[in-house]
Every structure is written in structure tokens, then in C-alpha cells.
DNA sequence: ACATGAATTTAGAATCATTCTAAATGCTAT
DNA sequence: ATAGCATTTAGAATGATTCTAAATTCATGT
């Protein structure tokens, strides 16, 4: 949880002048960990009355990807979803369902060889199934 | 390398009919291993004179990867690319070039814990980067 | 304050991969 | 042969994303 002081400091040290829209985002990204789309981005921040043009949706959260505070998920051909950067963590998909969880991974301590890599910049683990609930419920 | 005769057991132990197409398109995946678009696979098969119509090779490509034959790989919002499932493999994306390196992962001995999973049907590891051959290159 | 120019936001058009639809073709069994 | 079903096909429809060009906001110098 960050206040609006904070999430300001964060984007003018990535070099991004804070404006309102921005700030918005920003704001809804930090403390929204379900992994939106941006149709879901854009109604709930016009449920709020904070109503950003989508176009504007669109280019920040590409902003902020550039400037590695988010990342894009792709989980089908379908919508995008953003994840905000903190820790690394994998991904579980349910396919039942459609919730992701995160999931914590040590990537460091899991000794894995890319021969081919020169140098690594994200890295990504999806595992994907039915969650515990949906086998619950059978 | 399958040839035909083994392409149409494959085929048959999964309950799928072997057509022309199919044969085909299996034959051609079988044996590519870049993790071709659909758009490369119907040019290329076109250019074999073996011109299958767009809405085939989508149709076939999604009964495959419903029975288990290939999986599809989301790299970005843009195209999605498809692979061969053989044994369990990840994933290195150069963003410089756009190639992508299966890598060896024995997922069974990295001990990834996900709790929230019920069962899992699928894994997937992608590393993002720059591939050594373009990190040379300067 | 005010004007100027740059950055940001915006609405709507354009793009394009994928899915849908409905017709055509090909197979199988009687 | 024929009926019935599966497969293939072309083209239209869909929909997420990108593009474009205009409007607005912001910062700076006078």
C-alpha cells in the first residue's frame, strides 16, 4: 500500500511526469493484484467517476511497462492483463475458473540453465489447471 | 521424424480421423520447430502446393491442441504460435531478434510449490532477453 | 498574468488476428 | 447409388489494440 506522496516519488524516479491520469492508474494498479484487463481497468476506474479515455488507459499502462513497473500477462489471444512488478512470483492459471494466482518462486534458487540466453530481462512461470475451489465444488 | 504411416496412428490413438489436412498439418508441425504462426504454417504449406484453406488450418490447430497433439504459445498480443508437445520443454524469447529457443527444464525437480492448485495440466517457463547470437552482434 | 511550445489526453477511425456462418465437398454405410 | 454425417472452405463478423489528428493541459520565459 502506497499513498499518492509515494506513487508520485515512484514514477518521477522512473523518469514519468506524474499527471492525474497517471496517478489514477497507478493507484489502481498498486492495489488491484487480480491481474485486469483493460476493459476492467477502464469501468472501475469510470465506476469511481475517475472516467480516463481509454486511449489513455492504453498508452499509460504501455508507459509504465516500458519503465518496468508493470508487467503484461498473456494468458490467451484474448485480452491482455497487467501485473504490477514487485517481487517475482509465478502464475497459476485455473482454466475452470479463469482466476490467477500468484505464486511464490524462488527463480534464483531454481539453477536454471538457458544455454542460449545472453542476458535475461523478465522471467515468467505459468502453471496451469483446475484451482483447489473449482475441484472442491467438483 | 514420423513418417506418414506413424503421423496417422498418432492421429487415430487420439480419436482424430486422419484427413489430407490433417496429415499435413501434422506432418508439417511435426517437423518445425521455430513455434510457427498460423500465418507461416498456411504460407508455407502453400508454397508446398499444398494449399489449405485459413480457416482449416485454425480449425485443425485448435481440435490438436484440445487432444493434447500441440500446444500454443502466448508470446504478446499479436500472433500466437504453436509447438509441438514433446517432452516438457521452456521457453527463451529474444526480444531482439524474436527467436524463440526451446530450452531443457526437468519441471518434475525443481520443486515448485503452487498452493492453490488443485491439479495441473500444463507448465510453462518463458525467459525474456537478448539471445547470445544477438548479444555478439552488439 | 500571458503567450508560446511541448507534453498529455482524447474520440473515433483503422487494423488485423481470430471466430463465426452457411454453403460446398468428401466420406461411410446401407 | 443414396442418405447422412464429418470436414473443408470462403468470406463476413468480431473485437482488442493501434493509429491519427485534434483538443487540452502544463511548464517556461517574458
Chains 1, 2 share one sequence.
Request: charged share 25%; aromatic share 10%.
Amino acid at each position: 500500500m502506497k499513498n499518492f506522496a509515494e506513487l508520485t516519488m515512484l514514477l518521477e524516479s522512473k523518469g514519468i511526469k506524474p499527471s492525474l491520469q497517471r496517478l489514477l492508474l497507478l493507484n489502481y494498479m498498486n492495489s488491484c493484484h487480480v491481474h485486469p484487463t483493460v476493459e476492467q481497468i477502464y469501468a472501475d476506474l469510470a465506476a469511481q467517476g475517475q472516467a480516463l479515455s481509454k486511449a489513455t488507459v492504453y498508452n499509460t499502462l504501455t508507459l509504465f511497462v516500458k519503465k518496468g513497473i508493470l508487467r503484461i500477462v498473456y494468458l490467451d489471444n484474448n485480452e491482455a492483463r497487467y501485473d504490477i512488478l514487485t517481487n517475482d512470483h509465478g502464475h497459476f492459471v485455473c482454466e475452470c475458473c479463469g482466476a490467477i494466482y500468484d505464486e511464490p518462486v524462488e527463480f534464483d534458487q531454481l539453477n536454471l540453465q538457458f544455454p542460449e540466453a545472453g542476458s535475461i530481462r523478465q522471467r515468467d512461470i505459468f502453471y496451469r489447471g483446475v484451482c483447489k475451489r473449482c475441484k472442491d465444488k467438483g
